[in-house]
């Protein structure tokens, strides 16, 4: 039987919205980008946000000078949190918002080149994360740049297939099953902590340096996440490498967190 998704990323980033985002999650949203990418030079680039889900990061792009910001999402609940950010920032005509997939051929045709394409977190829940890999290069000027985040590849006992074990049970589960997973999930993270002699209350105070994100909201995002794809970093820089794209900046994690990459269009 196939498991079906039961999860709204963008009900969960609603909810963000609400109880977790303001101005200083903005600001490290927007520092993320900086880093990684090695710029604060954002003026007179288009800046594509695939899986905008809270639109914070079309939204830091924005504020760091995007000449053009497109955000994309499957997810309408995603739209409507990047509808109320666009709105927030007086509804700037630079700044469009559609609602559509990645793995939507004609809507891709229709996207222009784009100077940065940011995905992160994103192409391993489509169902079909090598083909979304794929697309995203086409929407990459030559010389442009592609920040993306895919999960880890771990194997192991509680490595990447028994996450995609429990993904599917919180799918599966109804409402007060999945309640029951999360607190078991959060109970065992503070379990954990405390056998190892550190701190939880510090590492979940201090989340929000990590993009400017929620822990809490992260950790449903984490359970719920479904479809869920993986792979190492050998088959990123690999696949990538045959589509003419150079690495420039990595991060990796030894967990099945996700692993950052940048990658630059040479043809």
Sequence with gaps: ????????????????????FNAQRLNEAQKSLIQFIG???????????????????????????ASQVISVDIDPFSIHCTKLLHARAKKPTSWKIIHGSILDK?????????DIVYSWGVLHHTGKMWEALDAV???????GYLYIAIYNKLDGLFGSRFWLSLKKKYNAAPKIGKKIIEFA?????????????????????????KRGMSW???VIDG??????????????????????????????????????????KIE
Excluded at 1 to 20: D, E, P, V
Excluded at 106 to 114: F, Q, Y
Excluded at 239 to 260: A, D, P, S, V
């Design 1 to 20: 039987m196939t498991t079906k998704a039961t999860f709204s990323f963008g009900k969960n980033w609603q909810n963000y919205l609400k109880h977790a």
């Design 39 to 65: 710029t604060d030079d954002f003026k007179g680039k288009t800046f594509i946000d695939i899986g905008c889900g809270t639109g914070m990061f079309s939204l830091a792009a924005y504020k760091l000078g």
């Design 106 to 114: 004609k809507l891709i045709a229709a996207l222009p080149s784009a």
């Design 137 to 143: 290069t086409t929407l990459v000027k030559k010389d």
């Design 185 to 209: 999930f959060i109970s065992a993270f503070f379990a954990w902590n405390f056998l190892t002699l550190q701190n939880p209350f510090k590492k979940i105070k201090n989340y929000k340096s």
């Design 216 to 218: 809490y909201y992260d």
């Design 223 to 264: 359970l719920g996440g479904y479809p869920y794809e993986f792979a190492s970093v050998e088959e990123i820089f690999h696949f990538y490498k045959k589509r003419n794209f150079e690495l420039l900046n990595i991060k990796t994690t030894n967990g099945i967190e996700n692993n950052e990459f940048l990658f630059r």
